[in-house]
């Protein structure tokens, strides 16, 4: 393992999904990031990243969460989140809302901090320098590349990285990997049908795959095509790729 900028302190960015309904992840990033020897704060200021407002066109309404994550995070030289959805908003969304506003003074705020944020699997390889976190997970796995973490957020292969260095693990590929799952936030509610379509597509691959979990880096779309896999009583379980990471031997999966 090497590690260049060991001791940095770190502003974890839980985001709001996971906040309330996955809180085993932002756990595991504190967990893998203390195991690296990272300092990790937790800003309570911190809020929404604004994107649902966003994508559904209520920009004013979106506006305050973008300066409220200014004021949360703009002290930091280091922040990282859990999911390429959220991180991608923030990169894209954050500026385009400040220049919307006409407000030069929070648009230079907004780059300072933009260029700041970082998806968990970048800090790792990218500002770390780590691929080995000294994971150990026993299981065979495929993985889900979500829409934003790919094509937003621009993770690239960062996640196969660190999982190919995971010890134990049996790592399939999954077909068609990079189409949708069909959740897209507000897209699955206006479009229902499209969306269990495309998500059972999505879960009938995974099934193919014989894997016993499937990995994803954004919890939104594991929710989704979770649901799906529950429905048939696959036996498959969907776990966060930081969940993964933070498993040492010795631990319960």
């Known amino acids: 393992m090497t590690i260049h900028t060991q001791g940095i302190t770190v502003a974890l960015f839980a985001t709001c999904i996971n906040d309330v309904m996955f809180p085993g992840t932002p756990r595991a990033v504190v967990s893998v990031l203390e195991r690296l020897g990272c300092r990790v704060e937790f800003p309570l200021d911190q809020t929404c990243c604004g994107q649902m407002f966003t994508n559904t066109g209520y920009f004013d309404a979106a506006l305050p969460d973008v300066r409220n ?10 922040i990282v989140g859990p999911s390429g959805s959220c991180i991608g908003a923030v990169r894209h969304q954050h500026p385009m809302l400040a220049d919307y506003a006409k407000d030069a003074k929070l648009a230079e705020a907004v ?19 780590v691929t080995d976190v000294g994971a150990y997970f026993p299981h065979r796995v495929t993985y889900h590349p979500t829409c934003h973490s790919v094509r937003v ?10 999982l190919s260095k995971v010890k134990g693990i049996d790592l399939v590929p999954l077909e068609a990997a990079d189409q949708c799952c069909g959740f897209g936030g507000t897209f699955s509610v206006k479009n229902p049908d ?27 779309c594991l929710m989704h095509i979770g649901g799906l896999l529950h429905r048939e009583n696959s036996g498959v379980k969907t776990i966060h790729l930081a ?5 040492t031997e010795g631990a319960a999966a």
Do not use: C
Not at 153 to 162: E, M
Not at 243 to 247: G, K, M, T
């Open 243 to 247: 969940e993964v990471l933070a498993h």
């Open 69 to 78: 994550y200014v004021k949360a995070f703009s002290r930091y030289d280091y």
């Open 194 to 220: 499209v969306s269990v379509a495309m998500g059972a597509d999505k879960a009938r691959h995974v099934l193919d795959t014989g894997a016993e979990y499937l990995v994803a880096g954004d919890n939104a």
């Open 111 to 129: 780059d300072e901090v933009v260029a700041k944020t970082y998806d968990f699997t970048e800090l790792l390889v990218d500002v770390l320098g």
């Open 153 to 162: 957020a621009k993770v690239g292969d960062r996640p196969y990285q660190l």
